[in-house]
């Protein structure tokens, strides 16, 4: 289950006809000092579940680690979502992060409060930043599709410009989290 002090009911928060997953805004030096693990990875699998009483799907992938950017050092990260298609049924989670096998991401991410040794995104999707391959460079970008974000102390939501946010280059943004991490982001 994800804690409610990051994910909120869209539906309280914005007209019907704009229903999306409401997140808080947060930087990428809040987004690092919120998690407890960053890593920089390449994603391995996705499998979807069901839950112990079968009442919800939910999918795990399997990472493994490039570098640990924040936290402890391990191999391999497990990453618990809802949502995913068994068969013919499926459960869709507006602002879930996406995996594909191969994709190489930095995950901002906190433990799973209901499964020991899984791990939860901080923010859903934004909190997944993938590499991309382009000529002469590697970009950071965003998928920030079905999610709004909320700010604390605001009413409303801001909504995002593009859907796929840049964040410059590979390297600059690993520089920017690695320093982020060095003055203890908050």
């Known amino acids: 289950m994800l804690r409610l002090r990051f994910v ?8 019907l006809s704009a229903l999306a ?9 809040e987004m690092t000092g919120r998690a407890p693990l960053v890593v920089h990875a390449t994603v391995n ?9 079968h009442a919800k799907i939910w999918t795990w992938t399997e990472l493994v680690v490039k570098d640990t950017l924040k936290g402890k050092p391990q191999p391999t990260v497990l990453v618990k979502q809802p949502g995913g298609v068994i068969g013919d049924l499926g459960m869709h989670v507006d602002g879930v992060a996406t995996f594909a096998p191969g994709e190489e991401v930095v995950l901002f991410l906190e433990p799973a ?3 020991p040794g899984s791990w939860v995104p901080v923010a859903m999707s934004s909190s997944k930043v993938t590499f991309e391959a382009r000529p002469g460079a590697k970009l950071a970008r965003r998928d920030l599709a079905g999610l709004v974000f909320a700010r604390p102390g605001q009413k409303g939501v801001v909504q ?3 859907e796929r946010e840049s964040l410059g280059t590979a390297d600059a943004f690993l520089a920017r989290i690695r320093a982020a991490v060095k003055k203890g982001a908050r």
């Open 8 to 15: 909120f009911p869209a539906a309280l928060l914005v007209p």
């Open 21 to 29: 997953t409401v997140v808080l805004s947060m930087s990428m030096e």
């Open 45 to 53: 699998a996705t499998e979807p579940g069901w839950d112990a009483e």
């Open 113 to 115: 409060p209901d499964e």
């Open 160 to 162: 995002p410009v593009d």
